[in-house]
Structure formats: C-alpha cells, structure tokens
C-alpha cells in the first residue's frame, strides 16, 4: 500500500492564483482531513470527510473548498490564493471516529508559498 | 474552542538522556494521544490513551493520561539522534469530537 499520497510536493502560487493539492489514499478509510501547519503553531484542521458525498468544515475553512467525489480522492481547493495561505498542507485518513479513527494516517505534506 | 497547550516549544538534550514533556488543558478530555513528526514527513501516532490514570509504553516511550483528564506527560528515555523531531499531544472530547493538536515541542538531540 502506498498510504496518503500527495501532490505536489511544492508550488508557489502568486496572490489571486487558484490551485488544486491533491490527496489519495489507497486503504478504503472512510474519513479524510486537511491539516495546515504553520511553523510554532501545531495543526489546524481545514475540512474533513467522513465519506464519499459528505464533507464538512473544520477549524480554518475559509478561502478554501473541497470535494470528495470517491473514497480514495479528497482534493483542495485554493480559489485566490492569498499571502496567509503561505504553508504546509497535510492530508490523512483514518478509519471512521473513536478509538480507531485516532490512528490518522498522513502524507508527506505540500509546501505551499504565495507571494 | 479547547487548546492544548505544550511548552517549551523547544528541547535540546544530550544523546542518551532522557527527556519528559508535558500537554495541558483547562478542558478535560477523553483521549489523548501523542505523534511524532519528522523533518519533511507527515506526523505519525507514537501513544494513544483512554483511560484517567493509564499509562502506556511503546519501546524506549511512555506516556500517562493525567488523573483530572486534562492533562498527559510523554518520557522519552536513554535518547537517540533519531529521537529529533516535533512532538505534538492531541486529545478528543467525546467520541465522536474531532482531534485537537497542541502546537508542538521541537525535540534536538545533541551526539
């Protein structure tokens, strides 16, 4: 298994860009979670899934939106990017909530810069 | 909302010792759990808790769910340079309640 894939690993956008970060992953969790980290600041949850069809907004949802048309797909969209968007993007997984939904399975990142 | 607070946001130790970190809260939790981020990587679980009062080993790391729930310690004993990275607590309310993540401590192990 591959786990969370994400793509691509660095982009620099510049203000007013749109972009899409990609997110898969290939182990048939139902629940799927965007994450920004910004240095000292932990992780902050930006929208999440619990399966196909069904998405709802987290703790920093605004100047993004997502989709989650399948169970391995959860794209991010950035519409017009902005310098505050400057970050690391993290997807994970899990299976659904509670004890077991705890163990969340995370991608390599997405270095995003908006300049 | 509730926040988990971990200070100081970094530790340098010396290869070999061993190291205590702490996650507090003004809010009690239900769960607590601790990942381990390396550089450049996507965090990942190292200890999750359940229940007030336990305490639990994974290899050379043990953590407890602190007695009043809103708190959990996290001992990393004889350190090695692999040990480096961003430790971050996390904790749920209920069960169905998402996660929340403390800001994390920078861990430097020095050989």
């Known amino acids: 298994n591959a786990g969370v894939t994400q793509t691509p690993k660095f982009r620099i956008l510049k203000i007013g860009q749109s972009m899409t970060l990609q997110c898969t992953q290939d182990?048939?969790?139902?629940?799927m979670y965007w994450y920004r980290q910004d240095p000292g600041m932990g992780l902050k949850l930006i929208y999440y899934s619990v399966g196909a069809g069904i998405t709802d907004k987290g703790e920093v949802p605004n100047g993004y939106n997502v989709s989650r048309s399948t169970t391995e797909d959860f794209p991010l969209r950035l519409e017009l990017a902005a310098p505050s968007q400057t970050s690391v993007y993290f997807c994970?997984?899990?299976?659904?909530?509670?004890?077991?939904?705890?163990?969340?399975?995370f991608g390599p990142g997405t270095r995003l810069t908006v300049l | 909302g509730q926040q988990l607070n971990q200070s100081p946001q970094s530790m340098f130790i010396q290869e070999g010792e061993d190291v205590s970190m702490n996650c507090t809260s003004s809010?009690?939790?239900?769960?607590w759990l601790w990942y381990k981020q390396d550089p450049g990587e996507g965090p990942v679980l190292l200890i999750a808790?359940?229940?007030?009062?336990e305490l639990t080993s994974n290899g050379r790391l043990t953590a407890q769910f602190g007695i009043t729930r809103k708190d959990s310690f996290l001992n990393i004993s004889a350190s090695i340079p692999s040990d480096v990275g961003i430790y971050f607590c996390?904790?749920?309310?209920?069960?169905?309640?998402?996660?929340?993540f403390g800001k994390g401590i920078t861990l430097s192990v020095r050989p």
């Open positions: 996390a904790g749920r309310t209920g069960a169905n309640s998402k996660l929340t």
């Open positions: 809010s009690i939790f239900n769960t």
């Open positions: 182990m048939n969790h139902n629940y």
């Open positions: 994970a997984s899990s299976y659904p909530g509670g004890n077991r939904g705890d163990t969340q399975y």
């Open positions: 808790l359940y229940k007030a009062g």
